[in-house]
């Protein structure tokens, strides 16, 4: 039996067409983190210091920026997160969403900061 290999995404940009920055120079961590989001929740306003992706495994996810951009991001899709940007994720279809995220930084670095 043969294993199917797909290769989901390749890119050096966020979403929203930034190219994402240098790796800091040390050994990195890596973390992944499961999201749940019900039906109609938002994250608060926040951005992310270190490069980070998602894979949305179910429902829809509109990333929204505070200077209006948005995207959303459905059931099977990658998402490149944006870094240094504020924005929030938003719930607005009618399933909750489950987002695994993947961040790569500094050993106990911060990887989502409250605005």
């Known amino acids: 039996m043969n294993i ?58 509109t990333i929204v920026c505070q200077d209006g951009r948005e995207k959303t991001f459905h059931e099977g899709e ?5 870094i240094g940007t504020i924005h929030r994720g938003e719930n607005r279809g009618s399933k909750p969403v489950i987002l695994n995220m993947f961040y790569f930084c500094a050993p106990g670095q911060e990887v989502t900061i409250q605005s």
């Open 78 to 82: 990658v998402l490149v997160e944006v």
């Open 4 to 61: 199917q290999t797909t290769e989901l995404i390749r890119t050096s940009e966020s979403w929203d067409g930034a190219e994402l920055p240098d790796f800091p120079v040390g050994k990195p961590e890596l973390r992944v983190i499961r999201l749940d989001f019900p039906v109609g929740a938002k994250t608060g306003w926040h951005h992310h210091p270190v490069i980070n992706y998602g894979i949305v495994q179910q429902g829809d996810l």
